[in-house]
């Protein structure tokens, strides 16, 4: 059943060419099928045993001894085949992240209705510490606006955050408070990680790195394989490009151990070179992706230290997720006690309302007493 998605390929030997040239078959090779194919591949025991067995008419058996001979390249060929085929998507999707963050960063550093709440909030904290050694604090903390939060006062019902709603409200400065609509972003980005995305970063330059030394690696098989063509055609007294290349001349070096269709030198050559030019074809393009992705990643490096620095937090050890956790938070927390201050107005109104009209009711009308 595992082998069904592969069928339409033909023979299995031009599925593994395909895959160990990095070609994409005309675009039916995925990333998907990659992923399938990759939980095929046999164990080392497996890998002995196979390589031990005579002969066989098992299809499945027939599968597995035809990969060994594409070992023990083809495990390393196929992850780096899957890189190559999701390179540019995933760079996309870091790079949204990114922008997402910088986006959100630049939304809380440019709200001025955040700051003047926030000063406010500091002023009441300073009136609590006064006389002890957090009073007279220049700024508010992401821990210390989270406490005012729950810190209840006197009456064990209102908290500092109740407190400075309620004095906004009574200068009429509520539409301050307007700022938890106005950062909308941290709704959907509350949990988008900094230091995650660099790792995410760092993961897309070392794949890189890892093709670039792929590269080198079968530049300098070709160069090994053509010497020791040389060499054996020298040997045989004929200068044939189909001549066998002998097993001892293969295991000269790390690089030219046994790989892909070894009985043929042209064989070799010619799917080794292919390998190459496409992953050179891939990697001139990489590397433009992958140069624009690091200057996004400095950017939003940047700009997430801006906003660290704006909570006298320490940039080294605070994260963007952090940051935006603690403000969605506020968020919450302002628009609970912002509600509940305009109910509890509503209701006062009503309040009024009906005892001026109970009054009005009870009293005689001026029509009335002239009748009189």
Do not use: W
Not at 38 to 57: A, F, H, N, T
Not at 110 to 130: C, F, Q, T, W
Not at 196 to 219: D, F, R, W
Not at 234 to 255: C, I, K, Q, R
Request: aromatic letters at 8%.
């Amino acid at each position: 059943i595992g082998l069904v998605p592969f069928k339409p390929f033909g023979r299995t030997g031009d599925f593994l060419r395909a895959v160990s040239s990095l070609d994409t078959y005309g675009g039916r090779i995925t990333a998907d099928l990659l992923d399938n194919f990759k939980y095929l591949l046999p164990s080392e025991l497996e890998l002995k045993r196979i390589s031990d067995m005579v002969s066989s008419s098992h299809p499945v058996e027939l599968f597995f001894q035809e990969i060994v001979t594409f070992y023990p390249q083809l495990p390393r060929r196929l992850q780096l085949f899957r890189s190559c085929l999701t390179f540019e998507s995933d760079c996309e999707a870091i790079k949204l992240k990114l922008m997402n963050i910088v986006n959100t960063c630049n939304q809380v550093l440019s709200s001025g209705k955040l700051a003047k709440v926030l000063k406010k909030m500091l002023a009441v904290g300073n009136i609590m510490n006064k006389g002890t050694q957090r009073g007279e604090a220049y700024g508010i903390s992401l821990d210390s606006l989270l406490q005012m939060v729950h810190i209840k006062g006197v009456d064990k019902k209102t908290t500092v955050l109740d407190y400075v709603v309620k004095s906004l409200y009574d200068r009429g400065d509520q539409g301050a408070l307007s700022f938890v609509s106005d950062l909308y972003l941290l709704d959907d980005h509350s949990k988008m990680s900094a230091m995650e995305s660099l790792n995410e970063v760092l993961a897309i330059n070392n794949s890189l790195k890892a093709m670039e030394a792929e590269l080198a690696t079968n530049h300098n098989f070709l160069s090994s394989i053509s010497v020791a063509h040389m060499s054996n055609n020298n040997a045989l007294g004929n200068g044939d490009d189909n001549t066998f290349l002998t097993e001892s001349s293969l295991s000269a070096s790390p690089t030219t151990a046994k790989y892909p269709i070894t009985g043929s030198a042209t064989a070799s050559k010619v799917l080794t070179s292919k390998f190459s030019i496409n992953l050179e074809n891939y990697m001139a393009v990489f590397r433009d992706v992958s140069q624009d992705l690091n200057i996004s990643a400095e950017k939003m490096s940047e700009k997430v230290k801006e906003l660290v620095e704006y909570f006298g937090e320490e940039p080294s050890s605070c994260d963007s997720a952090h940051i935006f956790g603690v403000l969605q938070q506020f968020k919450t927390a302002v628009a609970l006690s912002k509600e509940a201050i305009e109910t509890k107005k509503h209701r006062c109104n009503n309040s009024n309302i009906n005892s001026s009209s109970t009054s009005t009711l009870g009293r005689p009308s001026s029509a009335n007493n002239m009748d009189s």
